[in-house]
C-alpha cells in the first residue's frame, strides 16, 4: 500500500478550482476592519491573483510513482524502457535531484490500485521509479493533472511523441491503427485531419502496423526498422512472396536469439533487411546448353518456375536423339525448380 500524501486530495482541489473559476465558491466573510491609520504615502496596489493561475498551479503535485499507472494508448512501450535506453534521463533526475518537467497524466476512477495514469510522460515515470528503487527512495513524481477523453489524450501524446527520436515507427504505426478503431470509427480522412497529417503518409503507417511479431523479431530491436523499408515489406508480404519472407524471417530470427545468447550484437538492420529482400527477390533462370561436333550451338534452355525455353539452332551437327535427350533434361531441371505442364504421371509415362 503506497503512502498517501497529508494534502487535500485531488477531487477536492479541482472542485474548489473549478468552482473558483466559476464564481460560485462560497468566499467567507472578511473580518472587522482595523481603525484606519494615515500614512504619507499609500502603498502600490497589488494585483489580485487571477483564479486560472490558482486552478493551474493546484493542478501539480508530487505523488509516488506507484499510484500511477501507464495509459494503455501511449504510443511508447513501458516493457521496452530500461536503464540503458533511459540513462541520460535518469542520470539529468539524480544530478538535479528531481524532476523538471511534469508528466501529463488524468485521474483514474475504475481502479482501486491508482489514482492516475500517465499521457505523456512514460520516460519520465520510468526513470524516477528506478531512481526510487536503486537510489533515492524519497523521490516524487511530478505530475499535471488534466481531464481529458481518450481521444484528446492521445492528439496530446502523440504530440509530443511525434518530437522523440526514441519512439520507434513501429511503436507509432500500432498506436495509430489501435487509435483509428478506438477514437475514429476507422475513418483514415477524419484521423488525418485531427492529427493534422498528410492521408497517405497515415495511410503507410496504418499498412506498417499489420507487419506481424514474427518478422520483427528478425531484427536487433523494432527501431531499426523505419517506415520505408516496413512499407516496402508489408506489400511484398502480400504478394507471392510472402510465404518466402516470413520462413527466411524466422530463421534470421533464431540466428538473432543464438548470438543474444552468445553475448553477440545482433546482425545490423542493413543486413537483415539485404536477406529478406534476397529472398523476396524471382530466382534467376537457369540457362543449359548443347553444342554439336565443332562446339557450335545446338540447343539453349532458359527456366524459372513459371516458364520453359528452348531454342535449337541449325547447322550444329548433333542427332535427333541426342536434342531429345537434351530437351528432357531441360525438362527435369525445370520441373525440380517448380516448373509443372499440368500433367499426370500417367500422361507423362505414356508419351
Given at each position: 500500500m503506497t503512502e498517501r500524501?497529508?494534502?487535500p486530495s485531488f477531487a477536492s482541489l479541482f472542485n474548489r478550482a473549478r468552482a473558483e473559476a466559476d464564481g460560485t465558491a462560497s468566499i467567507p466573510s472578511p473580518p472587522p476592519a482595523e481603525p484606519a491609520v494615515v500614512q504619507s504615502a499609500e502603498p502600490p496596489p497589488v494585483e489580485p491573483r487571477?483564479?486560472?493561475?490558482?486552478?493551474?498551479?493546484?493542478?501539480?503535485?508530487?505523488?509516488?510513482?506507484?499510484?500511477v499507472r501507464i495509459w494503455p494508448g501511449n504510443a511508447r512501450i513501458y516493457h521496452d524502457l530500461n536503464p540503458d535506453n533511459c540513462r541520460d534521463l535518469i542520470q539529468s533526475i539524480a544530478t538535479e535531484g528531481m524532476q523538471k518537467v511534469a508528466a501529463v497524466v488524468r485521474p483514474v476512477f475504475d481502479d482501486a490500485l491508482y489514482e492516475y495514469e500517465v499521457i505523456?510522460?512514460?520516460?519520465?515515470?520510468?526513470?524516477?521509479?528506478y531512481l526510487r528503487a536503486t537510489s533515492m527512495p524519497s523521490l516524487r513524481f511530478l505530475i499535471q493533472v488534466e481531464i481529458l477523453d481518450d481521444e484528446a489524450a492521445f492528439r496530446l501524446a502523440d504530440l509530443e511523441n511525434r518530437a522523440r527520436k526514441d519512439v520507434s515507427d513501429i511503436e507509432r504505426a500500432r498506436n495509430y491503427a489501435a487509435a483509428l478503431h478506438d477514437h475514429y470509427d476507422g475513418h483514415l480522412t477524419r484521423m488525418a485531419e485531427r492529427l493534422?497529417?498528410?492521408?497517405?503518409w497515415l495511410s503507410k503507417m496504418i499498412r506498417v502496423s499489420a507487419l506481424p511479431d514474427q518478422l520483427l523479431a528478425?531484427?536487433?530491436?523494432?527501431?531499426?526498422?523505419?517506415?520505408k523499408p516496413a512499407y516496402t515489406l508489408a506489400q511484398k508480404l502480400d504478394g507471392p512472396a510472402g510465404p518466402v519472407i516470413m520462413a527466411t524471417a524466422i530463421q534470421i530470427a533464431r540466428a538473432q536469439m543464438a548470438r543474444r545468447t552468445d553475448g553477440l550484437a545482433p546482425y545490423p538492420a542493413a543486413e537483415v533487411l539485404r536477406q529478406l529482400n534476397d529472398a523476396s527477390s524471382p530466382a534467376p533462370e537457369q540457362s543449359a546448353e548443347l553444342r554439336g561436333p565443332t562446339g557450335r550451338l545446338a540447343m539453349s534452355a532458359n527456366a524459372n518456375k513459371n516458364s520453359l525455353t528452348l531454342k535449337l539452332h541449325a547447322g550444329s551437327g548433333v542427332t535427333r536423339k541426342a536434342i531429345t535427350e537434351a530437351v528432357r533434361a531441360a525438362l527435369d531441371a525445370a520441373e525440380a525448380k517448380g516448373f509443372s505442364l499440368g500433367l499426370s504421371s500417367r500422361d507423362d509415362e505414356s508419351d
Open positions: 500524501r497529508d494534502k487571477r483564479r486560472d493561475e490558482w486552478a493551474y498551479e493546484a493542478m501539480q503535485f508530487l505523488v509516488d510513482p506507484a499510484r505523456a510522460g512514460t520516460r519520465r515515470h520510468f526513470a524516477v521509479s493534422a497529417l498528410s492521408k497517405s528478425a531484427f536487433g530491436s523494432p527501431g531499426d526498422l523505419h517506415l
